[in-house]
């Protein structure tokens, strides 16, 4: 970051009025010189300050924004090489190719997938991002229709994609009010282009045959005054690819070059026809160091482990995932279903939800909020006791859903269950479960029996 905290909280309004959803300016400041808040959640900031500060805190790889309303996606953002320096912000958004030389019902096929598919885990859902609709038969027409197709029917972001700047003006009005890009700007048509996204509020992607080249549309970017662009480093080889994503990023971080100061993207589908093959680069990609990576299908097969791979890439390590607070219905439980309270460790809730729904009994799962913690760490650090369980229960609204007064707690704190007992009051009864996940499905068939 250019600036301090410190420097930062001088330029604030100082007016601790909580609106930014931090206690004080300073805490909001020291968020925003870690890349951790935006300035646009200060409602009160000046002007002058603004610009000064948007630019002062901007990260060294910008954050760019495609697609609309929940649909939308960010890319970029990074301040570090590195994971292990600190963690990665906004996962690499994963986009597939759509071309008017595509078979209709590929297309829509693509288009359903693109809206709907979803992987569940550790409470993430994961999805992906984009539609890169391409002019791959040079035919004004059949692209339009293609556009209109697309821009139709998700709100998911879109690249579009065509060599006749004729072709790309004519698209972008078609999509105009979306929050869409437009590939490729380059040294030839960039003053044309960059004009265009002004006027549509399209991002640019820049493009150069060599890095020199895309260096020289970085530039025209920059002095055009985007703060939202992505690169294309080339469609060359897996190897290629690698080297100039690597250059880029560094030029970035290190030099703070501006120009290559934004997400690249890159495009497995184009370096290979094995599908598995490209499923592999595209891993690659993601983890070293795409914004974006074009994939020629979304089939769930190629998908769940790009996606995994992502998410993984993309957690910190210095956080544990972690499960809402609340009550979590399963098998669709009724008032006499048994009550089982736990933590709200992310793979804890998915092991214990996996084996209580693979008994099929109906039952109550209350997920305590003990910081990620797991059970015995919770219990250890003194975050899942009886003096903080008890009251979590009583305010849950779990008595308003069960006719009785039973509560399942974990064996491995089995120790809890007289105070917990004792907290809970009059009427309640704990029972002592499993330490064993795996046991859980016995446990609970004997129970209700």
């Known amino acids: 970051m250019g600036l301090s905290g410190i420097q930062i909280y001088k330029m604030l309004p100082q007016t ?18 870690a890349g951790k808040a935006e300035l646009s959640q200060c ?179 920059v002095a055009a005054g985007f703060k939202e662009a992505l690169l294309d480093t080339g469609w060359n080889g897996l190897r290629d690819t690698l080297t ?22 890159a495009f497995p589908c184009a370096m290979t026809d094995n599908l598995y093959l490209e499923a592999s680069y595209a891993a690659m990609l993601i983890a070293k160091y795409a914004g974006v990576v074009v994939v020629s299908t979304l089939d769930p097969a190629v998908m769940q482990p790009l996606l995994v791979n992502r998410l993984n890439i993309y957690t910190d390590p210095q956080r544990p995932m972690t499960m ?11 008032p006499d279903s048994p009550v089982i309270i736990t933590t709200n460790f992310a793979l804890t809730y998915f092991v214990v939800s996996a084996e209580v729904e693979g008994s099929r009994v109906p039952t109550w799962l209350l997920i305590m909020d003990t910081e990620g913690m797991s059970v015995l760490t919770a219990w250890s650090a003194g975050k899942f006791v009886a003096d903080a369980m008890a009251p979590f229960v009583l305010k849950s609204g779990i008595t308003d859903k069960v006719n009785h007064k039973k509560i399942i707690i974990p064996g491995y704190v089995a120790q809890l269950s007289g105070e917990f007992q004792e907290e809970l009051g009059d009427g309640w009864e704990v029972i002592i479960g499993t330490r064993e996940a795996a046991d859980i499905p016995k446990f609970l068939k004997d129970y209700v029996a």
């Open 16 to 33: 601790n009025c909580k609106e930014c959803g931090d206690p004080t300016c300073l805490a909001f400041a020291m968020k925003l010189a």
């Open 244 to 265: 100039a994503n690597l250059a880029v990023r560094r030029a970035a971080l290190d030099k703070k070059f501006r120009p290559f100061g934004f997400p690249t993207i």
């Open 43 to 221: 409602p009160h900031v000046s002007d002058e300050a603004k610009e000064k500060l948007a630019e002062a805190s901007a990260p060294p790889i910008r954050v760019t924004t495609l697609g609309q309303g929940d649909a939308a996606h960010k890319v970029g953002g990074e301040t570090v090489k590195y994971r292990h320096e600190k963690t990665f912000v906004n996962p690499t958004g994963i986009a597939v190719a759509l071309s008017n030389q595509m078979d209709a019902g590929k297309v829509d096929a693509e288009l359903g997938l693109l809206n709907e598919l979803a992987f569940e885990r550790v409470g993430r859902s994961l999805q992906p991002n984009y539609a890169f609709v391409w002019d791959q038969a040079g035919d004004q027409a059949s692209f339009l229709d293609l556009v209109n197709k697309v821009g139709g029917a998700t709100d998911k972001g879109i690249i579009v994609s065509s060599q006749d700047t004729a072709t790309l003006k004519a698209a972008a009005e078609a999509l105009k009010g979306k929050k869409f890009a437009i590939h490729p700007v380059t040294a030839d048509n960039a003053d044309e282009l960059l004009a265009l996204c002004k006027d549509v509020g399209a991002v640019p992607v820049g493009r150069g045959d060599d890095l020199d080249a895309l260096a020289a549309v970085g530039e025209k970017i």
């Open 324 to 334: 809402d607070q609340g009550i979590y219905e399963i098998n669709n439980p009724g």
